[in-house]
């Protein structure tokens, strides 16, 4: 991703990010598109027979995550690894705890080592192109995991979520929330007329999907505040003043805390915010507490994603209205799926080919065949059936 600075204009058919154009999708709009193979030919070699020391019977894979400060990603990581061991792949997985150079080297070395495939959810998506050159030389495939790596053309596969469709999501459970509309945006009959004051959070400008986080979401929220029904007391609603950097939660708590000083030290009151994060999500709960606002009537709807533990208990304990489960342990079949295909000369399974358009440049265009998993809303209504009977998490485990 580029720096903020070339964002494009929003039409009604499409909304362009950094070069990527997104096209809108409902709940229900994914269209499965037929398999295709990218610039594979040269990167596709056969699996590995054993070769090589402590390699399994399909050889080496590399694994790059982010950070361990998030439980998803360490979730991530996990099931990927169980996936490619039980398929007999011998697999290096790093977490680079969101210091690019440390994964920088740790790709590297995965190379080094013999990797047949790498599978990368960058800190980044801008800071790889130089060690997936290295990749490409030799005949390594790439899969984009999660977050896509941009301003490279030896990116072959991605597999995501539809990322729009999840900023559409969050926007609907605080508009939920609120009494305006169902969860999937339908109006509300009767609802309440507002209007009702709204903070807007985004996540890290060198993440590509907090883009399509946000637009998802503003696609849903700017009628709302156009009209009137939502006022942005503070002003703030460019993705580029509402960003977190590194997603911390540290950091949204201290500019929650700004906010309220300089916008709500009136005696008015903020009614909802949104949030593309669960740990963001966390460090406006921390903000609003030490503000003196307390859990009940008049408590602000907060929306999130990840369906972290604690802030599933925190759903379940009125704190936060909402959160995005993105089932994991699917995007990393998808992943190993995609990797393991094209180690055997196969076409991984796709789902899309123009959503994901990994050159920022204004005029580049080049994307990358995806295979989009679909988001699920999850409110305290719907916890045990999302994430209890899916074995996502045990009751135990959120409290329930």
């Not at 099931?79 to 039980?86: D, G, Q």
């Not at 290295?134 to 072959?156: C, F, G, K, M, Q």
Request: hydrophobic residues 40%.
């Amino acid at each position: 991703m580029d720096e903020a600075g070339s964002q494009r204009t929003t039409t009604d058919n499409d909304v362009h990010t950094k070069g990527n154009t997104v096209k809108k999708r409902s709940i229900l709009s994914l269209v499965a598109a037929g398999a295709m193979v990218v610039g594979l030919a040269a990167c596709a070699p056969a699996a590995d027979t054993g070769s090589g020391e402590g390699a399994g019977a399909g050889g080496l894979i590399g694994i790059a995550m982010p950070t361990k400060s998030s439980e998803r990603w360490i979730a991530d990581g996990n099931a990927l690894k169980e996936t490619l061991e039980a398929e007999g792949f011998t697999v290096d997985l790093q977490y680079a705890e969101d210091d690019i150079p440390t994964q920088v080297s740790q790709v590297e070395n995965m190379i080094t080592k013999g990797a047949k495939a790498l599978i990368i959810a960058a800190i980044d998506g801008t800071t790889l192109t130089s060690v997936l050159e290295t990749a490409a030389d030799s005949e390594i495939p790439v899969i984009s995991y999660d977050r896509l790596i941009v301003d490279s053309p030896n990116v072959n596969y991605y597999a995501t979520f539809d990322n729009f469709l999840v900023g559409q999501q969050q926007a609907w459970t605080v508009l939920n929330g609120l009494g305006l509309t169902e969860l999937d945006g339908t109006p509300i009959a009767d609802a309440p007329k507002g209007p009702f004051n709204i903070e807007l959070f985004a996540g890290s400008l060198d993440d590509n999907n907090a883009f399509f986080f946000f637009n998802g979401a503003m696609d849903v929220l700017q009628p709302l505040i156009d009209d009137g029904t939502l006022v942005v007391k503070s002003g703030q609603t460019d993705i580029e003043q509402a960003a977190t950097l590194r997603w911390d939660g540290e950091t949204a708590q201290s500019r929650m805390e700004d906010l309220l000083t300089a916008n709500y030290s009136d005696g008015s009151k903020v009614n909802a915010v949104l949030s593309p994060y669960d740990g963001i999500s966390r460090g406006i709960i921390g903000a609003l507490t030490d503000a003196g606002y307390t859990v009940g009537e008049g408590w602000p709807i907060i929306s999130g994603q990840d369906a972290e533990v604690d802030s599933v208990k925190a759903i379940l304990a009125g704190e936060q209205y909402a959160t995005i489960f993105k089932d994991t342990r699917e995007l990393a079949k998808v992943a190993a799926n995609m990797a393991i295909a094209v180690l055997n000369g196969e076409e991984p399974e796709i789902n899309d080919t123009t959503t994901y358009d990994n050159d920022s440049t204004e005029d580049g265009e080049r994307f990358i065949p995806s295979y989009l998993l679909q988001p699920v809303q999850v409110t305290k209504d719907n916890v045990k059936e999302a994430l209890v009977d899916t074995g996502y998490w045990t009751a135990a485990e959120i409290g329930l």
